[in-house]
């Protein structure tokens, strides 16, 4: 059974850090894409950052690039964004994602979020 359980969201002031980890089990970082999406207040759901399994290239969405950094650990089965320069409408839910393939518009497995709010 797939797992992935977030944490080390919080309340940053604008201009701060935080980075959240995801712990996952059930399954090997080898055949699925993994990544990070986010859902704020009054909007849907977007894509921030995606690893794709085939070539192990890295997915940022435009308004994240060069601020935020995703990683993984194989070993300890986590994967982490680093984000940095936050601003106000980074606030969201952020969720840990694993995905088919190199599927990483359609994630399979979610989950529950951590709370991200950023102020100014």
């Known amino acids: 059974e797939v797992q992935l359980v977030e944490s080390g969201g919080g309340l940053v002031q604008a201009g701060g850090s935080l980075r959240l980890s995801c712990a996952t089990s059930?399954?090997?970082?080898?055949?699925?894409?993994i990544g990070w999406w986010r859902e704020a207040p009054g909007k849907e759901r977007e894509g921030v950052s995606c690893?794709?399994?085939?070539?192990?290239?890295?997915y940022y969405e435009d308004s994240v690039k060069g601020r935020f950094t995703m990683s993984t650990n194989s070993a300890k089965n986590a994967i982490y964004l680093q984000m940095n320069s936050l601003k106000p409408e980074d606030t969201a839910v952020y969720f840990c994602i694993a995905a088919y393939s190199d599927d990483c518009i359609n994630p399979a497995f979610w989950g529950k979020g951590t709370q991200v709010t950023v102020y100014s």
């Open positions: 059930g399954f090997t970082f080898d055949d699925y894409a």
């Open positions: 690893i794709r399994s085939s070539d192990g290239s890295t």
